[in-house]
Structures are given as C-alpha cells and as structure tokens.
C-alpha cells in the first residue's frame, strides 16, 4: 500500500461566520466534536454590533463549507466564552442546533506556538478574490512581538507572520504548523495602513496557548502531531473486481433463514426498493425494538429483488450480524476475505483489525468507483 503524509486538512474544519445580514465577515474553525468553535473577537464584534463581553449567549450565523450543496444552511452558534479581563483576541462560541457535521478526524487539533518559531505555515479564510469566497495563505512563522497599547492586557504575546497573502475576511482562521502539524494560532490582522507597501508582508496572529486559560479552556497539545497517513489502493481496480466478485458475490455468513410463507409489510418493502432504485439514496435504514422482525424482512427484501430482474440487481451482498456475531476482528477477517476475492496473502499481511481497516477501505472505494454500491442498515 502506498503512503503518504497528510497535514491536517483546513478545509475540512473551517466555517464561515456571518452577520445578521449573512454576509461574511470573518472566518472560525471547529475544535470539538459537539460544536465548539474559536473566532477572533473582532469578528464577532463584527457579526453582532457589540464586543463579545456584551454578547454572551447571542446567536449568530455560521456556515460549514465542508458538507454537501444541498446542506449548506446557516447553523446557529451562540458567544459562550470571552476573557472578561484580558483583551487577547479570542472568542469562544457553542452551534446551539446540534453537533458539527463533521467526522472526529475533521475537527482541528491545537497546540501552542512555543517552538513553531522559523516553521512554515498554511491558513484558509473567507477573503473572496474574483468568483472564489475563500483562499489559502502561507508563510513563516516568526516568533512572539510586543504589543504597545495603553491599557491592553494580554495573556500571551501577539505571534508575527511573514506572509503577503492575508485580506480581509481571514480574521479567524488557523494558523497550521506545517512542522508540527498542530493548528498553533488564529489570524487576526495584515500590516497595510492606508495600503502602503512597505512591510506588506508582515501579519500577526493570537497563539493559541491563550486557549487553555479560563473561561475557554481548551486542550492543547505539546508534541507535534504525527502526519496522517493517505492509503491508497494496493489493488489495481479492474483486477479487484475480476477477483472478487465471480467468486464469491453473495456472501451470506450469519443472515436468518428464508421464511416461506410471508404476509404484509407489503408497503414497507416497496419502500425500500424505491430507495434502491432512486440514485440520490445510499443508505436506508431499518430502526425498531429486538425482536421486531427487521432481519427478516431485510433477507425478505433481498429475495424479492433477486427473483426480479426487472429491478437493479445488487452488485454484491455481504451480510453480518453483530447480535450474535460480536468480535470486530472476525468482521473485517470475513469483509477483507470478501472484497479481495478470498486473498489469504492481506489476511496473513494485516492480522489485526487496526491494520485491516485501511486495507478494507482501499478495497471498499475501489468497488464503489465501478459499481453502485447502495446500504441496508438494520
């Protein structure tokens, strides 16, 4: 299998935040799985016509631009974190309409910016240039400065970038340690008065280890993060499908018995085959109490399905239930035995389950770029 580093994926945790008006005016990214989010506090000021410290529990609009077209709609997030002493300019908020749609993989990880001195950088915003609502920038990572302001109390220094790529709208965004592959601080603003050019490459950004002082008090990491790895197929596609398929395409392992004789429930298994036959639904689900009967009218459906051949034929069938067979280690053996077409050689390769998982998702998208691949869950 071939590998590759991964750094964490910006685009995957950050959002666009809004005012009243859903215009955008800054940008903020996600930190837990439940919906917190990080902000400037001068985007929030923007958003809400009000410092944050006024602010607390008012609502406003967020976007995730990492779920599909259709889910693109406005979530609610309200201001529930502030400093009420200091003037570092972070913000915590909490989505209000539920959790974030996003895998636990694609929540963003947080260190501090002690040691990411001389380290490159990349960062995502909502700046819009031409039709684009958002842009990369990248840079250096320069160290901590000091701020002189009357009156300004700090947790932590301001940390000086070395970028010419940052615009308006990008106040909020990660500043990603490329090195250590931890999100290290926020973006906060560009040097350009009065769009003078001279020391147009100078930035700054809040470090992040303000994060973890109350009321925000988030975790933050101290070592650098180990690249992810990107797996990609050992399997050449057309040799996975002649391999698998014609040797095995119903693979059956635990599934109830056939009923013979079967009455009603008519309408709830022409519902699902309308699922099937409709190409905008993967996933269909079967929810009720043990013992209800969703086994068999799952194995029910099948056979209706496969006796008509007026209607799309499954690709493949691999049945498993985890009621009475409990061990994961025996599911992805029977899964990776399934998809490569009885290869003994990933069983041997891969013995744990832990290592099979990537083999099994290599094998699994490879299938679903050929084959229409639709789920009955029960």
Not at 36 to 43: G, L, N, S
Not at 149 to 175: C, Y
Not at 221 to 228: A, C, F, I, N, Q
């Given at each position: 299998m071939m590998e590759k580093v991964r750094l964490q994926r910006l685009y995957d945790f950050t959002i666009k935040i809004c005012n009243s008006e859903d215009l955008a005016v800054g940008t903020g990214i996600v930190v837990s799985a439940d919906g917190k989010i990080v902000t400037c506090a001068h985007v929030v000021e923007s958003a809400l016509s009000m410092h944050p410290r006024e602010a607390m529990g008012q609502?406003?609009?967020?976007?995730?631009?990492?779920?599909?077209?259709?889910?693109?709609?406005?979530?609610?997030?309200?201001?529930?974190?502030?400093?009420?002493?200091?003037?570092?300019?972070?913000?915590?908020?909490?989505?209000?309409?539920?959790?974030?749609?996003?895998?636990?993989?694609?929540?963003?990880?947080?260190?501090?910016?002690?040691?990411?001195?001389?380290?490159?950088?990349?960062?995502?915003?909502?700046?819009?240039?031409?039709?684009?609502?958002?842009?990369?920038?990248?840079?250096?990572?320069?160290?901590?400065?000091?701020?002189?302001?009357?009156?300004?109390?700090?947790?932590?220094?301001?940390?000086?970038?070395?970028?010419?790529?940052?615009?308006?709208?990008?106040?909020?965004?990660?500043?990603?340690?490329?090195?250590?592959?931890?999100?290290?601080?926020?973006?906060?603003?560009?040097?350009?008065?009065?769009?003078?050019?001279?020391?147009?490459?100078?930035?700054?950004?809040?470090?992040?280890?303000?994060?973890?002082?109350?009321p925000i008090n988030l975790p933050l990491r101290e070592e650098s993060l180990p690249m992810g790895l990107a797996f990609q197929p050992r399997i050449d596609l057309n040799t996975a499908i002649t391999a698998a398929l014609p040797k095995q395409k119903y693979s059956w392992n635990n599934a109830p018995p056939s009923i013979q004789e079967w009455v009603g429930r008519a309408d709830l298994l022409k519902s699902i085959t309308n699922d099937l036959i409709n190409s905008e639904i993967r996933v269909t689900g079967l929810i009720g109490f043990g013992g209800e009967g969703k086994s068999s009218l799952a194995r029910r459906w099948i056979e209706d399905l496969l006796e008509d051949t007026t209607k799309p034929q499954p690709d493949g069938i691999f049945w498993w239930g985890f009621y009475d067979r409990q061990s994961v280690d025996e599911f992805f053996e029977a899964a990776l035995n399934y998809l490569s077409g009885g290869n003994t050689e990933l069983a041997r390769l891969y013995p744990s389950s832990s290592a099979r998982v990537p083999e099994f998702t290599s094998l699994q998208e490879c299938f679903m770029e050929d084959a229409m691949y639709s789920f009955l869950m029960v």
């Amino acid at each position: 299998m071939m590998e590759k580093v991964r750094l964490q994926r910006l685009y995957d945790f950050t959002i666009k935040i809004c005012n009243s008006e859903d215009l955008a005016v800054g940008t903020g990214i996600v930190v837990s799985a439940d919906g917190k989010i990080v902000t400037c506090a001068h985007v929030v000021e923007s958003a809400l016509s009000m410092h944050p410290r006024e602010a607390m529990g008012q609502e406003i609009h967020v976007y995730f631009p990492k779920v599909g077209a259709t889910e693109r709609k406005a979530r609610i997030a309200e201001v529930v974190g502030c400093f009420p002493q200091h003037d570092d300019d972070v913000v915590l908020l909490q989505l209000k309409d539920g959790p974030a749609p996003l895998g636990p993989e694609q929540i963003a990880l947080l260190g501090g910016a002690a040691g990411s001195e001389g380290n490159e950088f990349q960062s995502y915003g909502f700046a819009s240039i031409g039709s684009y609502k958002s842009r990369y920038a990248s840079g250096e990572i320069q160290g901590p400065v000091e701020l002189d302001l009357p009156d300004t109390r700090l947790h932590s220094n301001p940390l000086q970038l070395k970028t010419e790529d940052i615009r308006p709208g990008m106040s909020g965004g990660a500043v990603l340690d490329k090195k250590r592959n931890l999100v290290i601080g926020l973006m906060t603003e560009r040097w350009n008065p009065q769009g003078n050019i001279e020391d147009s490459n100078i930035a700054w950004a809040t470090d992040n280890y303000v994060l973890s002082f109350d009321p925000i008090n988030l975790p933050l990491r101290e070592e650098s993060l180990p690249m992810g790895l990107a797996f990609q197929p050992r399997i050449d596609l057309n040799t996975a499908i002649t391999a698998a398929l014609p040797k095995q395409k119903y693979s059956w392992n635990n599934a109830p018995p056939s009923i013979q004789e079967w009455v009603g429930r008519a309408d709830l298994l022409k519902s699902i085959t309308n699922d099937l036959i409709n190409s905008e639904i993967r996933v269909t689900g079967l929810i009720g109490f043990g013992g209800e009967g969703k086994s068999s009218l799952a194995r029910r459906w099948i056979e209706d399905l496969l006796e008509d051949t007026t209607k799309p034929q499954p690709d493949g069938i691999f049945w498993w239930g985890f009621y009475d067979r409990q061990s994961v280690d025996e599911f992805f053996e029977a899964a990776l035995n399934y998809l490569s077409g009885g290869n003994t050689e990933l069983a041997r390769l891969y013995p744990s389950s832990s290592a099979r998982v990537p083999e099994f998702t290599s094998l699994q998208e490879c299938f679903m770029e050929d084959a229409m691949y639709s789920f009955l869950m029960v």
